[in-house]
Nanobody, 123 residues
Framework: QVQLVESGGGLVEAGGSLRLSCAASGRIFSRSAMAWFRQAPGKEREFVSAISRSTNIANHADSVKGRFTISRDNAKNTVYLQMNSLKPEDTAVYYC????????????????WGNGTLVTVSS
């Protein structure tokens, strides 16, 4: 069993930055691909970023490319999402997710989800 706990959300002005963290319990973190998804009010949850187990592959949605960076520290069982140049349309609840492979994440079916952290970007 893996538990995922997100932190770092909050209120920020447009153009600002935030760094989200996701701490994972359990012993499979280093063997899991990790990802961030988000869900804006009234919209479906969407993929944001993902990173492979060995950190050599990272994918980002087109809407965040060049602004968001995903990284992980396997020694700390933590995955991060650095968000720069934030826009009001980035406002959403951000969820951390874990899966056995990037393919599984890209299929929208991670094995584990966190409870989410709210990011609000004011204009």
């Amino acid at each position: 069993q893996v538990q995922l706990v997100e932190s770092g959300g909050g209120l920020v002005e447009a153009g600002g930055s935030l760094r989200l963290s996701c701490a994972a319990s359990g012993r499979i973190f280093s063997r899991s691909a990790m990802a961030w998804f988000r869900q804006a009010p009234g919209k479906e949850r969407e993929f944001v970023s993902a990173i492979s187990r060995s950190t050599n592959i990272a994918n980002h949605a087109d809407s965040v490319k060049g602004r968001f960076t995903i990284s992980r520290d396997n020694a700390k069982n933590t995955v991060y999402l650095q968000m720069n140049s934030l826009k009001p349309e980035d406002t959403a609840v951000y969820y951390c997710a874990a899966a056995s492979s990037l393919f599984q994440i890209e299929s929208g079916s991670p094995d584990y989800w966190g409870n989410g952290t709210l990011v609000t970007v004011s204009s």
